[in-house]
């Protein structure tokens, strides 16, 4: 579990950053769309602060591979990534948004609940 956890801890921290910093970039680049209003930047950016946060906590829950806050993050992260495919499905299917990450995401996630799953149900205490 410690790989899912610095991997995981390296790829939403880095987003958070990128959402903090230039979100309207990030979100042409998933989207296709810019976020031209302030409150779609004011929520893109806590949502990067909620990224950094969780990118954190991963990083230090890596030290202790098995541990039950270990495997607590292991399940938040396949709720977000679960989630996250969802809501993106929606908008690349349903919404018609599309940028040239859009699918590439999709498929990072997808991977990344699968290897939550999977290390959850390998680490049963």
């Not at 880095?14 to 302030?38: E, F």
């Not at 938040?76 to 040239?100: C, D, K």
Request: charged share 10%.
């Amino acid at each position: 579990m410690k790989n899912l956890l610095a991997t995981t801890a390296v790829l939403e921290f880095g987003t958070g950053l990128l959402l903090v910093s230039i979100p309207s970039v990030l979100a042409t680049l998933l989207l296709g769309a810019q976020l031209d209003t302030d409150v779609g930047l004011t929520v893109a950016r806590v949502g990067g602060l909620a990224l950094l946060a969780i990118g954190t906590a991963c990083w230090l829950a890596r030290l202790d591979g098995h541990s039950r806050v270990a495997r607590g993050m292991a399940g938040a992260m396949v709720i977000y990534n679960a989630g996250t495919v969802a809501i993106l499905l929606h908008a690349g299917l349903a919404l018609r948004l599309s940028g040239i990450g859009l699918w590439p995401v999709v498929v990072a996630h997808a991977a990344m609940t699968v290897w939550c799953t999977t290390s959850l149900l390998s680490s049963r205490p």
